[in-house]
C-alpha cells in the first residue's frame, strides 16, 4: 500500500519539494562554514580600511576586527575629537595597526563629498598601502516607531541620507582608488527591516536601497571586470549606542557582528546574514505568512516606542 502511494504524482511533488528545500537550506547554511577570503584584499598587509559611522557600535567593531585581522583604518565620523579618541583607543588595543580619520557629516551631502577622494589620497600618500576595504555603516533611523507623516521633513531626509544617499556617493567617489591596488572590497550594511517594516517605514525603504544598490552595483562591476567585489550583510539587532537593549545570543555587540560579517566575505551571495543567529531567525520571513510577521512586529514596535519613551522620561 505504501509503495502504492510513493507513486502518485503527489508523492513526487513532494519529493521535489522536500529535495528543493533541502538544497536551499544547505546553500543558505553553507555561507557559515566556509572561511572568509578577506585576507586577499591586504596580501601585503599595509593595507587600508575606511569604515563609516566608526566611532560607536557596529561601526566600532569593525575598526577593531579590520585592525585584529591587519589591516590599517581610516575612520569616518562627524565629530573630530571622538574621531581622533577612537583612532589612539586603536592604536593601543593594536600597536601595529595604522590610523586615518576622516571628518564628514553624512546628513546634508552635496559635492563637496567628492573631496573625500583627496583626503584618502593625503593618508595613503603619508603612510604607503592601498584603500582595499570599504564598510559602508553609518546609518540609523532618525524618528523610529512612528508613522510616516509623523516624521518632518529634516528627519526624513536625515534618515535617506545617513543610510542611502550617503553610501551612494562615497562608493561613487572611492570605487576608482579601490582599484588602485591589487583588488578592492565594498561591504553595505544592510538591516533585516529591508524586508519593509511598519511605523519605521523611511529607515526600512532606506535599507530597501542598500539592498538593490548593492546587488545592481555587484552585477555591474562583475559584467565591467571590476578589480571590486560587491557584498551586503543583513543585520537583525545588535546592541550599540543606538539602540541600547540587552545583550544575548540573537543580540550580539558591535564586534561580534562586525566580526561574523567579516567572515562572510567571499561566502559566494551578495546579501548575506552576517551572524549566525540571525539568519536562524530569519527564516521566519520565509516560513510564515507576512500578515502574521507583520502584526508581530507592530507588537515589538509598540513596546520599543514605549520603552524609549520611559526612557526619555527619566531624562
Ligand atoms: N543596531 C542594530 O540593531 C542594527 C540592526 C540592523 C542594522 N543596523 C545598521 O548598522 C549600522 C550601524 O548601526 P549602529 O547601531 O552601530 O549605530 P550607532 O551605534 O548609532 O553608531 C552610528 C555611528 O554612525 C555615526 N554617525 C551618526 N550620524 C552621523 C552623521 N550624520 N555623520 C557621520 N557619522 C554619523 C555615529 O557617530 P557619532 O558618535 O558622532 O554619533 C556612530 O559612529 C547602521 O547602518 C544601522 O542601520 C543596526
Known amino acids: 500500500m505504501a509503495l502504492e502511494n510513493w507513486k502518485t504524482p503527489l ?26 577570503t578577506l585576507q586577499r584584499y591586504n596580501l601585503t598587509s599595509k593595507n587600508w580600511a575606511l569604515v563609516t559611522g566608526a566611532t560607536d557600535g557596529i ?61 584618502v589620497h593625503e593618508i595613503l600618500k603619508q603612510h604607503g598601502g ?34 542611502a544617499v550617503f553610501m551612494l556617493h562615497i562608493t561613487r567617489v572611492l570605487i576608482p582608488l579601490l582599484e588602485e591596488g591589487e583588488r578592492g572590497l565594498v561591504l553595505n550594511i544592510s538591516s533585516v527591516s529591508a524586508y519593509g517594516m511598519p511605523y519605521i517605514s523611511v529607515y526600512s525603504a532606506s535599507k530597501g536601497f542598500v539592498e538593490t544598490f548593492t546587488r545592481a552595483l555587484e552585477a555591474e562591476c562583475v559584467a565591467a571586470r571590476r578589480k571590486v567585489d560587491i557584498m551586503g550583510l543583513r543585520v537583525g539587532t545588535v546592541k550599540t549606542a543606538g539602540f541600547d537593549i540587552a545583550e544575548n545570543l540573537f543580540v550580539p555587540t558591535g564586534r561580534v557582528l562586525a ?40 507588537k515589538k514596535m509598540m513596546s520599543l516606542k514605549a520603552e524609549q519613551e520611559s526612557k526619555e522620561k527619566q531624562g
Open 59 to 119: 561601526g566600532f567593531g569593525f575598526c577593531q576586527e579590520l585592525c585584529s585581522r591587519g589591516f590599517n583604518v581610516i575612520l569616518h565620523g562627524r565629530n573630530a575629537t571622538k574621531l581622533e579618541r577612537r583612532a589612539r583607543e586603536l592604536e593601543a588595543e593594536f600597536p601595529r595597526g595604522k590610523t586615518g580619520i576622516v571628518v564628514l557629516d553624512s546628513v546634508g551631502v552635496d559635492s563637496s563629498i567628492d573631496e573625500i577622494a583627496t583626503q
Open 259 to 298: 566580526s561574523a560579517g567579516l567572515n562572510r566575505v567571499g561566502c559566494g551571495q551578495v546579501i548575506p546574514y552576517a551572524y549566525f543567529w540571525h539568519w536562524l531567525q530569519g527564516l521566519s520571513f520565509y516560513i510564515f505568512p507576512r500578515r502574521l510577521l507583520m502584526n508581530v512586529t507592530v
Open 130 to 163: 592601498y584603500l582595499s576595504v570599504l564598510v559602508n555603516n553609518v546609518g540609523g533611523d532618525a524618528k523610529p516607531y512612528t508613522l510616516l507623516d509623523g516624521n518632518t521633513f529634516a528627519e526624513a531626509q536625515e534618515t535617506m541620507d545617513k543610510n
Open 11 to 36: 508523492s513526487y511533488l513532494g519529493l521535489a519539494t522536500l529535495a528543493y528545500t533541502s538544497l536551499q537550506l544547505n546553500r543558505q547554511a553553507s555561507i557559515f562554514l566556509l572561511p572568509s
